[in-house]
Structure formats: structure tokens, C-alpha cells
T-cell receptor
């Protein structure tokens, strides 16, 4: 079974530029998560989708971050404009469905460096 | 809000020996789940072990076991017969069952991690 796919793996941009990350969850997984992992810290949830609806985006900086999952499969996370403090690894995870018993499976992440 | 604390930024162990990673958490809830995730260098995070708070029995998965002390809000991971492939960052994480039942998300709240080195 293929895992969670993310691209690109690495991205370097200058501040105030825009950037987009793509995630393809495990086939059939209805729930998708985006986490931000700043160096030296644990991942922090940015947004959770159930199919193409948003469950939780309370920690998403909506003035600069946006995310969508239009057909309930792939998802895109965008930052516009980027700030230095956005340098982090962006992790996508998916689970078969909602529920506290469900295991979240993580992708390899996209490492973003903002100069 | 719940918090997770891992007080050991780095740990090391000799191959074939046993090591214990510490984790404490703060919550006012009684129904939750605790996890240990492993993140090898430049590779994805994978689930090592899970513990349901309502279960008194400590979870085990092969060489990995936990010591869950609910009253003390402590959740340590023991790795027996350490192998070179165990070298990684280990993250302790909390998930609220209460929040989910209230319509909230199943988000994981992570600690800052412990870097484990295994020496040959």
C-alpha cells in the first residue's frame, strides 16, 4: 500500500514570496491533516479535513495560509506571503476516517526555508 | 489546553541494551489517548505504540513497551534490546477523546521530542 505522498520535498524561497505544497493521502483515506513542525519542536496541527470539509483550522494563520481539498483526495497548502518564521517542515497525514481510534499516517514532509 | 513535555532532548544507548524515554502531560480530561511516534532522519513519522487512558494495562509492541501512570500523568517508553535502526527522534503525543465527542478535531498534541542515539 502506497503511503502519504508529498511534494516538493524541499523548497527555498525569499520572504514575501508565495509557495504551495501538495499532499496525496493514502488511497481511501477520508481524513487529512496538515501539521507544521518548526525546528526543535513537535508538530502542530494547522488544519484538518474530512473529505473536502474543514474540521479544524483554528491554528491556521489565515491572513497568509490557505488550504484546500477540492475533491476530497489531494490537498494543497499555500503560504502567501511567506515570512521568515514560516521556515519549518510541513507534514501531511491521513487516516481512514474520523475517530479517536484511527491511526494517522504521516508523509515525508516538505522542508521550507524562507530567506 | 493540553501540553506534553519531554524533558530529555537527547538520549543514548548501547546496542542490545535498554533505554527509557520520559513523557509527562497535563490535562484535566479523563478520556484520552497517548502515543509514541518515531521519526528517523529525513523519513516519515511512524506510530510506535498507543495507549488508551481507560486501560490500566500497559501497551506493548514487541521490544517497545510503555509505563502509563495516569495519576502522575506520566507515559514513558521503554525500548529493550536496542538496535541501530531504533536511532531516531521520538515524539510523545496526546489526543483528546473528549474534544472529538464535542465535535472537535482528533489532532495530536506533540512534545518537543527526544533524539535517541544507538551506539554500536
Amino acid at each position: 500500500e502506497a503511503g502519504v505522498a508529498q511534494s516538493p520535498r524541499y523548497k527555498i524561497i525569499e520572504k514575501r514570496q508565495s509557495v504551495a505544497f501538495w499532499c496525496n493521502p493514502i488511497s481511501g483515506h477520508a481524513t487529512l491533516y496538515w501539521y507544521q513542525q518548526i525546528l526543535g519542536q513537535g508538530p502542530k496541527l494547522l488544519i484538518q479535513f474530512q473529505n473536502n470539509g474543514v474540521v479544524d483550522d483554528s491554528q491556521l494563520p489565515k491572513d497568509r495560509f490557505s488550504a484546500e481539498r477540492l475533491k476530497g483526495v489531494d490537498s494543497t497548502l499555500k503560504i502567501q506571503p511567506a515570512k521568515l518564521e514560516d521556515s519549518a517542515v510541513y507534514l501531511c497525514a491521513s487516516s481512514l476516517n474520523r475517530g479517536t481510534q484511527e491511526t494517522q499516517y504521516f508523509g515525508p514532509g516538505t522542508r521550507l526555508l524562507v530567506l | 489546553a493540553q501540553t506534553v513535555t519531554q524533558s530529555q532532548p537527547e538520549m543514548s544507548v548501547q546496542e542490545a541494551e535498554t533505554v527509557t524515554l520520559s513523557c509527562t502531560y497535563d490535562t484535566s480530561e479523563s478520556d484520552y489517548y497517548l502515543f509514541w511516534y518515531k521519526q528517523p532522519p529525513s523519513r516519515q513519522m511512524i506510530l510506535v505504540i498507543r495507549q488508551e487512558a481507560y486501560k490500566q494495562q500497559n501497551a506493548t509492541e514487541n521490544r517497545f513497551s510503555v509505563n502509563f501512570q495516569k495519576a502522575a500523568k506520566s507515559f514513558s517508553l521503554k525500548i529493550s534490546d536496542s538496535q541501530l535502526g531504533d536511532a531516531a527522534m521520538y515524539f510523545c503525543a496526546y489526543r483528546s477523546a473528549f474534544r472529538y465527542r464535542q465535535g472537535g478535531s482528533e489532532k495530536l498534541v506533540f512534545g518537543k521530542g527526544t533524539k535517541l542515539t544507538v551506539n554500536p
